[in-house]
């Protein structure tokens, strides 16, 4: 059974303060590795997809990568607005379609 | 539309009552997914239709939820009898093109008293 697990479950970082958000998975097949940002209230919103091992993404202040077992979401020097839960998903060679698993999320506070 | 849209944005009901929730997806996407978010978890796969059919219902937790998509664009989920245990954040999402990106919409919060 494909696993998603996310980890802190919760982050707090001075504003500038970098660190690292932690997504250890097993799966069937990985056909994607997806990284979302969800605000308070709001759908998923689409930060990243890594497909094989060795692989890295950025996006400002964000940085994906992604080994056999595990991907890592990199926050350099984050600003308040970076304050969201982040959410790895899985998309697997068994899954219908382009169905995704989820983690439980990781929620960040980056306080001023 | 320019993104994917849920009807609506917040429903409350009685225990045993029925309710629908709508989702149009963006234009052209042939697939849909319907998801379901409880407080403090990951969004958890319900439905996910290709076109006009439910490809796979295998999320679907029992025999009270069905959805429709009748002419391969807006889509229903029904809840029937509903429980307290439905209360959660429903999502739906679409995806048309090959790199496997779901887009989301804001959900609808279904809250069963």
Avoid: M
């Amino acid at each position: 059974e494909d696993q998603v697990t996310q980890s802190p479950e919760a982050l707090r970082l001075q504003e500038g303060e970098s660190s690292s958000l932690n997504c250890s998975y097993t799966v069937s097949g990985l056909r994607g590795l997806f990284w979302y940002r969800q605000d308070p209230g709001k759908g998923p919103e689409f930060l990243f997809t890594l497909y094989s091992a060795g692989e890295e993404k950025e996006k400002e202040r964000l940085k994906a990568t992604l080994t056999k077992k595990e991907s890592f979401l990199h926050i350099t020097a984050p600003k308040p607005e970076d304050s969201a839960t982040y959410l790895c998903a899985v998309q697997a060679g068994s899954n219908s379609g382009y169905a995704l698993n989820f983690g439980k999320g990781t929620s960040l506070l980056v306080t001023p | 539309g320019a993104g994917v849209s849920q009807t609506p944005s917040n429903k409350v009901t009685e225990k045993g009552k029925y309710v629908e929730l709508r989702c149009d997806p963006i234009s052209g996407h042939t697939a849909l997914y319907w998801y379901r978010q409880s407080l403090g978890q990951g969004p958890e796969f319900l439905i996910y239709f290709q076109g006009t059919g439910a490809a796979d219902d295998s999320g679907l937790p029992n025999d009270r939820f069905f959805a429709v998509r009748p002419e391969g664009s807006v889509s229903t989920l029904k809840i029937q009898r509903t429980e307290r245990g439905d209360s959660a954040v429903y999502l739906c999402a679409s995806s048309g093109g090959t790199t496997g990106e779901l887009f989301f919409g804001e959900g609808s919060r279904l809250t069963v008293l």
